[in-house]
C-alpha cells in the first residue's frame, strides 16, 4: 500500500467511525504516526502479528500505546513449519486491511520504520532477521521464541550490544494479572512457585523453546534470575521441570499437552500463596512495548531472558539424559562456545 492510499485508507476509517457514531473529526480521528512512531513488522506467519497490528493501529486506541502504529510489514516468515507457512497470505491480507503497507524485503522495511516488532513465529530465523535490523540500529522488540538455540540467543544479544541497540524480548504471560503485586511485596518474600501453560512440541525447535516459554517466562517473572540447576521428567503428555534456584529456592514448570490447557501459577510466599490465572491478552505486552521504543530502556534484562532460554535448554538436556540434573552455567559455557564460531 502506498503512501497515497494509506490515507484513503485513514480517510475512510474515519468516515466509518463518524458513521457508528464516533466522536471526531476526519482529520482528527485517525492520524498517521508522526516520525520516530513509525512501526515496522517482520513476519506474518503467525496470529500475533495480526493482534498485534489491530490494536496498534486501532483509531479508538487513543494514547494507550504511545501513538505508535504499524505502517508497513515484510510479510515472509518460517520456511520449515508448513501449517504456519501457509498462513501467511491470510494474514497478510487481515494486516493490510489495518492500511500496513506490504514490502517485498527487510531492507526496504527499514527504510519506512524507526522501530520494529519481528513477530515471525519461527526462532531459527530471528538471527537472519535481527542482524539487518540491529545494524540499521533501529530499536527492536522479538516476539517468542527469542531463538531457536541458545547460542543464536546469543549472538542475538552480543550483535545488539555491538551495535549499541535496545532489545527486548518477552512472553506476554509475563504481565498475568496478580504479577505486579507480588512483586511489589503483597505475600512478602516469594519462596517457590509453580508455573504451568500448553507445551505443545515443534520438531525444528527444543521443546520448551516453541511453547512452553510462556510458562517458563511466568515462572521467572515469579521467582527472578538465579536457577542454577534444572531437571526435567517428561511423558507425551505432560512436562515437569524443577529448579533449583542459588538460594536454594524451588520454582516448577509444568507443561501441558493433554487435557485441559491454561496458563496460571501458584506462588507461595511469606505471608501468604496467591494463585495466578488471569491473563488479559496482549494488551498489557503491547504498552510496555511501546513504552520501550519510546525510551530505549527494556522492562526485562537481557541477563533475563538469556537465562530463561539457558533454563530450557538445560531441560532439554535432562531430557536427552534420562532425567538427570543439568546445571544452567554448563549449557551457558557451550552456548557462548558455540556462538563465537
Not at 530499536?139 to 545488539?160: N, Q, V
Request: aromatic share 10%; glycine share 10%; with cysteine.
Amino acid at each position: 500500500m502506498n503512501n497515497r492510499n494509506r490515507r484513503n485508507f485513514i480517510k475512510k476509517t474515519a468516515i466509518a467511525g463518524l458513521g457508528l457514531g464516533i466522536a471526531g473529526s476526519v482529520s482528527g480521528f485517525y492520524k498517521e504516526p508522526e516520525k520516530g512512531k513509525r512501526v515496522g513488522m517482520i513476519g506474518l506467519d503467525t496470529g500475533h502479528s495480526v493482534a498485534f497490528t489491530k490494536s496498534l493501529n486501532n483509531p479508538l486506541a487513543g494514547d494507550e500505546f504511545n501513538g505508535y502504529k504499524v505502517v508497513a510489514a515484510f510479510p515472509k516468515g518460517t520456511d520449515n513449519i508448513l501449517d504456519w507457512k501457509n498462513r501467511i497470505p491470510e494474514f497478510t491480507k487481515e494486516v493490510q486491511k489495518q492500511g500496513v503497507e506490504i514490502v517485498g524485503s527487510i531492507e526496504e522495511l527499514l527504510k519506512k520504520v524507526d522501530v520494529v516488532l519481528l513477530t515471525c513465529i519461527d526462532g531459527n530465523k530471528h538471527l537472519e532477521q535481527a542482524l539487518p535490523v540491529l545494524k540499521a540500529r533501529k530499536t527492536l522488540f522479538i516476539d517468542k521464541p527469542f531463538a531457536a538455540s541458545l547460542s543464536d540467543a546469543y549472538k542475538i544479544t552480543e550483535a545488539a550490544s555491538h551495535y549499541n541497540v535496545p532489545l527486548f524480548s518477552s512472553s506476554s504471560l509475563r504481565y498475568i494479572e496478580g504479577v505486579k503485586e507480588i512483586a511489589e511485596g503483597e505475600i512478602g518474600k516469594v519462596i517457590g512457585a509453580e508455573a504451568f501453560s500448553p507445551a505443545h512440541l515443534e520438531k525444528h525447535h527444543p521443546d520448551l523453546f516453541w511453547y512452553g516459554v510462556h510458562g517458563v517466562e511466568m515462572l521467572f517473572t515469579i521467582m527472578g534470575t538465579g536457577c542454577k540447576s534444572v531437571k526435567r521428567t517428561f511423558t507425551n503428555d505432560t512436562d515437569v521441570v524443577v529448579g533449583v534456584w542459588e538460594d536454594n529456592r524451588i520454582g516448577t514448570y509444568r507443561g501441558i499437552r493433554k487435557g485441559k490447557g491454561g496458563y496460571g501459577a501458584t506462588v507461595f510466599g511469606e505471608k501468604g500463596i496467591k494463585v495466578l490465572d488471569n491473563y488479559k491478552g496482549y494488551n498489557p505486552l503491547l504498552i510496555k512495548i511501546t513504552e520501550f521504543f519510546d525510551t530505549g530502556i527494556s522492562p526485562v534484562s537481557i541477563a533475563e531472558t538469556l537465562e530463561i532460554f539457558a533454563f530450557m535448554q538445560a531441560a532439554e538436556e535432562s531430557k536427552l539424559k534420562g532425567g538427570i540434573s543439568i546445571e544452567i552455567n554448563s549449557v551457558i559455557k557451550k552456548a557462548k562456545t558455540n556462538s563465537n564460531k
